[in-house]
């Protein structure tokens, strides 16, 4: 029989489609957990699949991956939560908007921009994806590092208004990057001799900690006093909340920049989506101007931030099915629970077990699919959330946050991060420095310090290959004509003044 | 305190039922399988196929725990301090058994763990990019020592397994070649293929792929031949005395007594004989390599000495020298 036929008769197979079902939405609740990330539940689930069929087994997995991310934009929006690190960048505009009693209305369009990165990155992938991955190997050291400064400059834009606090922030962001083995050496640095730091601090309990229990504290500090401000869904205005077509028609030039940007991103290794959907948002902020509000609800925030996460989602599989090589961690899984039912993952998998690659087609598109098709209604159920008085929800928050902290590495440690950071998220606040810029010079700086410290080693401690390289002259280009057009544009705002 | 009484005398009650059991020791709760790896990785795998084929020989259940960090060395130190009670049993026989200890101070040794039973062994082969001229061992050495340092070899990261099995081959070769490690073998390998190194470590199920699809030659296996690539040399064939392999397998904490180490051993190579392990592992490219667990013990001490020795000798010598 045809391969093709062969996938989808066998995906159409009742038990197949209730596992899709039933992975999809337990996706998206694990996602909406605050410190539960989808790897964790695509990991648990691999010793189920081994007893099953090879259809039912890459159906469930991949079920769980693609609507975990989306998940994580619920939590961020209603609870100022990212319940994945990739849905950190949804926060700056979709709390704004909740708490502007829009939050149906930001889970919507979260939705609507999920499923048009998906579609997006998953059209690559069908189309594209030899010649693509064929592209992200020429990427080595030097590429990586230079791209990675260039994300880190473009991003700097989100340190808000002041300079100097945005480099402060950054600068502690760093810093704590830097605790645990090095990583050419294996030295530990700033492990007090603990042998629980010597893969440094994790995202997750940070992330966890900067935004949910650092609001946790200001809610505190505020007696909870905003039980008084009602989110009731009868008094949430509907017509505010509707989606138009006009408004998301407004969103599809960002969200195909976003897609773009995630899908990139998504089949270079070491980066990921959290990197994805900060630069599209920064990307997306400097475009919009002076005409946007982000930062205060603007609506593009969550479209943006969410079509590039979920970019990454199809774009990882690029390297995985092309090359044999996983694109991130979950697809790193995925390849494991495939070699566990006997295919083997390489180059030739196209031509040896073409039946997998449609089946993984499909479910990945059957999946987003079912994504919207449960996620729709249910957000109007999710946003009842915010009807709990902040006295009792705050409290289960704080419970969930310290569980999915402890849970992704069974380490109490990241639970004092956790407790840690919120503090620090708090000061922040209060001191009105950016919480942002530390987030981000956290996750960038290791795949930096990794990528700059190979391409010295490789060149033996010279910095020629950066000076010499493409993507690198390029990519100075583009700094050099964003920094001039700036200057240019405020020259001009000023003699009109 | 009033219920201090009751509590000894039941402790007391417990100890008289159990003495006489001590002859042919039962597990009476939950046996947790300790992997320092994270969920879905390789020693993950091979550690839940195990515990889910052994669980119909044993009464209680058996419990796969990640403790994932610090190139397994977190587990590794949490088992080594365990009660030594057969109720803790670690996955070892990898980067955190043979390698790391001989590159940095860890809170554990060899000696803290005793073996319970060898599970599986993995080769590992060294391979380089297809149409860089280095198809075998004699042609890297020669580019080597043509070019000292020149060359790059890409690991898993710094002190795992692959790169002391580079230091070893280093070491015997008489060749200097320049290490960058990398978050992992799958990173590695793209970077070869990018051609971005020059020479790395994969499985044989990856080697096997990526020569079919000829993108990489394999040139020779780090202990003898596998049988998955018989066409690929062994470092011992072609005279190298380097014998490492990537094993995987279960240890206790040393101190735990030898009734229960045979009971273990025995349900555990009566479940690799199951036809639930077989199935899968044959299936899914995982070589049963059952091993006793005193025998388990001496092939991991044999290749922790021959990195212990290769490093002693000024092999690795740049970063070797770093991480003290």
Excluded at chain 2, 151 to 165: R, T
């Amino acid at each position: 029989m045809d391969p093709m036929l062969l996938a989808l008769t066998g995906l159409t197979e009742p038990l197949t489609l209730l596992t899709l079902l039933l992975s999809v939405t337990i996706g998206l609740i694990i996602g909406a957990i605050p410190g539960l990330s989808v790897n964790i539940a695509v990991a648990l689930a691999v010793p189920l699949t081994i007893f099953m069929p090879t259809n039912q087994a890459m159906v469930m997995l991949i079920g769980l991956y693609g609507s975990g991310i989306f998940g994580g934009s619920v939590s961020a929006i209603l609870l100022n939560a990212p319940g994945t690190p990739a849905s950190a960048a949804t926060i700056f505009d979709g709390y704004p908007m909740a708490q502007r009693g829009l939050a149906t209305k930001a889970l919507r369009l979260s939705l609507v921009a999920s499923l048009f990165g998906s579609v997006f990155s998953i059209a690559l992938l069908i189309l594209l994806a030899p010649q693509l991955a064929d592209f992200a190997l020429g990427f080595g050291p030097v590429e990586i590092a230079s791209l990675l400064f260039f994300t880190f400059l473009v991003i700097g834009i989100l340190s808000g208004t002041s300079l100097v606090k945005g480099l402060f922030s950054a600068s502690i962001g760093m810093v704590l990057a830097t605790v645990g083995s090095d990583p050419m050496l294996g030295t530990p640095r700033f492990t007090f001799g603990s042998t629980s730091l010597m893969d440094g601090l994790t995202y997750v309990p940070l992330l966890v900690g900067l935004f949910a229990v650092a609001e946790i504290i200001e809610e505190a500090a505020r007696k909870f006093s905003q039980q008084t401000r009602k989110f009731d869904l009868s008094s949430e205005d509907a017509t505010a909340n509707r989606l138009s077509l006009g408004e998301i028609g407004r969103c599809v030039m960002p969200m195909t920049r976003a897609s773009a940007i995630g899908s990139c991103i998504g089949i270079l290794p070491g980066i990921g989506a959290t990197i994805a959907s900060f630069l599209a948002y920064a990307d997306a902020k400097r475009a919009a101007g002076k005409s946007g509000t982000f930062g205060k609800g603007d609506p593009r925030g969550v479209a943006v931030s969410e079509s590039a996460n979920n970019a990454v989602v199809g774009a990882t599989f690029i390297p995985t099915l092309a090359l044999g090589i996983p694109g991130d961690a979950v697809t790193a899984i995925l390849l494991g629970a495939l070699v566990l039912q006997g295919v083997t993952p390489g180059p030739l998998i196209f031509i040896n077990s073409p039946d997998v690659v449609y089946t993984i087609y499909f479910a990945l598109l059957a999946s987003t699919l079912l994504m919207g098709l449960i996620g729709y209604p249910a957000v109007r159920v999710l946003a009842q959330t915010l009807r709990i008085p902040k006295i009792y929800l705050m409290p289960c928050v704080a419970v969930i946050c310290v569980a999915g902290s402890y849970v992704a590495r069974n380490n109490i440690l990241d639970v004092f991060v956790m407790l840690g950071a919120g503090v620090l998220g708090f000061v922040f606040n209060r001191t009105g420095v950016p919480v942002a810029p530390l987030l981000i010079a956290f996750i960038i700086t290791p795949p930096f310090e990794e990528a700059v410290r190979q391409a010295l080693t490789r060149s033996r401690g010279s910095f020629e290959p950066f000076l010499t390289n493409p993507v690198t002259l390029s990519l100075a280009a583009v700094v050099v004509g964003v920094v001039a057009l700036s200057m240019f544009r405020r020259r001009e705002a000023r003699t009109a003044q | 305190m009033n219920f201090a009484k009751p509590a000894l005398l039941a402790l007391g009650l417990a100890a008289t039922i159990a003495a006489p059991a001590a002859a042919q020791w039962v597990p009476e709760k939950p046996i947790r399988i300790i992997v320092g790896f994270a969920p879905g990785g390789g020693t993950d795998q091979t550690a839940r196929l195990i515990a889910s084929a052994a669980q119909e020989q044993f009464p209680v259940p058996l419990v796969v725990e990640n403790r994932p960090g610090a190139s397994g060395t977190l587990a590794a130190e949490m088992v080594a301090a365990a009660e030594p009670d057969g109720y803790t049993l670690l996955v070892a026989g990898g980067s955190e058994s043979t390698s790391v200890p001989n590159h940095m101070e860890t809170q554990y040794s060899l000696d803290d763990f005793r073996g319970v039973v060898r599970v599986n062994r993995e080769h590992m082969v060294m391979v380089t990019k297809k149409g860089s001229g280095l198809d075998s061992v004699d042609a890297v050495v020669e580019a080597a020592k043509e070019k000292p340092g020149e060359l790059a070899y890409g690991s898993s990261g710094p002190a795992g397994i692959l790169h002391s099995a580079f230091i070893v081959f280093t070491q015997e070769a008489g060749i200097d070649m320049t290490h960058v490690p990398y978050q992992g073998g799958s990173p590695a390998l793209a970077a070869l293929l990018g051609g971005h190194i020059d020479m790395t470590i994969v499985t044989p199920a990856q080697a096997k792929a990526q020569m079919e699809a000829g993108t990489i030659n394999a040139v020779a296996t780090t202990s003898d031949r596998s049988e998955e690539i018989p066409d690929v040399p062994s470092l011992t064939d072609l005279g190298y005395d380097v014998n490492l392999e990537n094993m995987k397998g279960l240890v206790a904490p040393a101190d735990t007594p030898d009734e229960v180490v045979k009971y273990l051993q025995d349900k555990f190579a009566q479940a690799m004989e199951s036809e639930a392990f077989t199935t899968v592992a044959d299936r899914s490219n995982i070589a049963p390599g059952y091993l006793s667990g005193a025998d388990f013990e001496d092939a991991m001490r044999s290749m922790s000495d021959s990195v212990a020795n290769a490093l002693e000798n000024g092999g690795g010598d740049d970063s070797a020298e770093a991480a003290q």
